[in-house]
């Protein structure tokens, strides 16, 4: 048995090939993948910022079927063959301080490095350790939640980014009631800030962007902000003292990417006591402006958010499955498997007519 399979060979570089199907076990499984998501690690891998080895399968947001699974699998995880399921991305040993600890999802493997779905190269067995492809491997160590199966693709496969907003906004952040927020940057995980911080009860939520975001702006009006802002054009200290009565915000979120300046604002747009999240990366650059003594005096909690928990997946999953929220408006691209490179190049802003948000493969396309 043979599987397509989008394999990156070098920066830039994707090729169509057909790859063996493993046989499985007693503790792993295979997915008949139904979609990927394409997220902004997907755009810098296919770059080749992040040091992985190549070559490698990318893709680290399945949404997918069950299509064989080893008994004792299928008794941990809950799930029988042809159950649909989301995978979390990450591979964690369970045994080290940092899993026992609860933060399972920082995971270094025990000793054995980061292991995540996508960055592990293909030359390691069994080799489908991505979801660029029509079949992919679920490894022993695999988290699944199962989803209903009556959920479009494209709108099902959200769940990894809406995942972000609870574990960012609600989980690192703390949002509650009554909190005033502000996030920094209105893509995908922006957005979903936003509707975690709505479903929390936040009582004033501003968004900031760029002029070319304006629809992404629009869109977190109607996902539940109640100002957004232009930094172009707009003072953004301006706009968040004035809608907190001078105050600053009580949970900043910054999740903009490689941008700088907005890590350095954060320290004036908290308020005292308040709490920062930073989960933009920026290349690891070092940031201009960022006067520490503003956290002292403040006494601000800053907080660093990578990944996402299990508990965050299944507030997500709930989100899509209640269908209380108009979901199709955050997806805005769908491409087949052989499409991989314009799927991550338009998510990427590559292409000037186009306007993504969120973008993901569907290989039943082609």
């Keep these: 048995m043979q599987t397509r399979a989008m394999v990156q060979t070098a920066p830039r570089k994707l090729e169509l090939r057909s790859l063996p199907v493993p046989e499985i076990g007693d503790d792993d499984a295979l997915l ?9 690690s997907d755009c810098e891998q296919f770059a080749g910022v992040l040091p992985i080895p190549l070559p490698v399968i990318p893709g680290h947001e399945p949404l997918g079927w069950i299509e064989r699974i080893g008994p004792s699998a299928a008794r941990r995880w809950g799930v029988k063959e042809g159950d649909r399921v989301v995978v979390e991305p990450i591979l964690s040993c ?28 293909l030359t390691t067995p069994p080799g489908l350790w991505g979801a660029y492809a029509d079949v992919m491997y679920l490894a022993a160590e695999t988290v699944v939640h199962k989803i209903d199966g009556a959920v479009p693709p494209e709108l099902a496969v959200l769940y990894n980014p809406l995942g972000a907003g609870f574990r960012w906004a609600g989980e690192i952040g703390g949002v509650r009631e009554g909190d005033s927020v502000v996030v920094l940057g209105p893509g995908q995980r922006g957005l979903a800030c936003v509707l975690a911080a709505k479903r929390a009860g936040a009582a004033a ?38 809608v907190t009565g001078g105050e600053g915000a009580d949970v900043v979120l910054e999740v903009t990417s490689y941008a700088l300046e907005p890590i350095a604002q954060t320290l004036t747009l908290a308020r005292r006591g308040g709490t920062i999240v930073l989960a933009g990366v920026k290349g690891m650059k070092e940031v201009p402006g960022f ?27 709930d989100l899509i499955e209640s269908r209380d929220v108009d979901l199709s408006r955050m997806h805005t691209h769908s491409f087949p498997l052989s499409r991989a490179d314009a799927a991550i190049r338009t998510l990427a802003g590559e292409f000037e007519d186009e306007r993504a948000i969120h973008c993901c493969l569907l290989p039943a396309l082609g």
Excluded: N, Q
């Design 291 to 317: 006067v520490s003594d503003r956290a002292v005096l403040k006494e601000l909690t800053i907080r660093g958010a990578l990944g996402v928990t299990s508990s965050a997946f299944r507030a997500a999953i």
């Design 32 to 40: 008949r993948v139904e979609a990927c998501g394409i997220c902004g």
């Design 94 to 121: 369970g045994r080290c301080k940092t899993c026992t600890s609860g933060m399972r999802h920082l995971c270094f493997g025990g000793g054995r490095g980061f292991r995540c779905y996508s960055y592990i190269p």
């Design 205 to 242: 939520i501003v968004v900031s962007g760029l002029a070319r975001d304006r629809e992404k702006l629009s869109l977190a009006r109607e996902f539940g902000a109640t100002r957004t802002v232009v930094v172009d054009e707009e003072d953004i200290s301006s706009v968040v003292f004035d």
